[in-house]
């Protein structure tokens, strides 16, 4: 079964990290935690019961409480497939920056890496050019190349 544990947004990663090092001292009969890192302030437990991640969590800084009733595996599956994002940048396009440090900037794609889900672009208004990586939803087109 499945349930879903609310905490402070931003925090997921260091309770999950608790959490594993509290299983691997006790007695837990939890199989698995799922954090997508689409879900903000929510991950999910694969546990045998809602009282055995109600044990689990319980004292634990930043967790505000567990969802009452179970979630199905169709409700949590999507979380588990890559998603398919479908890439219309091409070498030679010219995009804005829209995150991160360079947010704002123009830049021009030189290369696309489709399997990382990043582009390595180069900054158009730099004094000197250097190419930058980030991710493919950190960047919008504006002119095709």
């Known amino acids: 079964m499945i349930y879903a544990v609310r905490v402070t947004a931003g925090r997921e990663r260091q309770v999950i990290e608790k959490l594993e090092a509290l299983m691997n001292r006790g ?6 935690i799922l954090y997508p890192h689409r ?7 694969e546990a045998d019961s809602l009282d055995e991640v109600k044990r689990l969590v319980y004292g634990v800084h930043y ?3 567990v969802v009452q009733g179970e ?6 599956e999507h979380f588990l497939a ?8 091409n070498k030679g396009d010219i995009v ?5 440090p360079f947010r704002g900037e123009k830049a021009k794609v030189l290369r696309v890496n489709k399997q990382k889900e990043e582009v390595v672009v ?7 050019p250097i190419p ?5 939803d950190s960047v919008r087109v504006i002119k095709k190349g």
């Open 132 to 136: 930058v990586t980030v991710k493919l």
């Open 96 to 100: 804005e920056l829209i995150a991160g």
């Open 27 to 32: 007695n837990y009969a939890v199989y698995s």
């Open 122 to 128: 180069e900054l158009l208004e730099a004094a000197v």
């Open 71 to 76: 979630l199905k595996l169709e409700d949590v």
């Open 82 to 89: 890559p998603s398919e994002i479908k890439i219309e940048l």
């Open 63 to 65: 967790i505000k409480g």
């Open 39 to 45: 879900v903000k302030g929510y991950f999910f437990v």
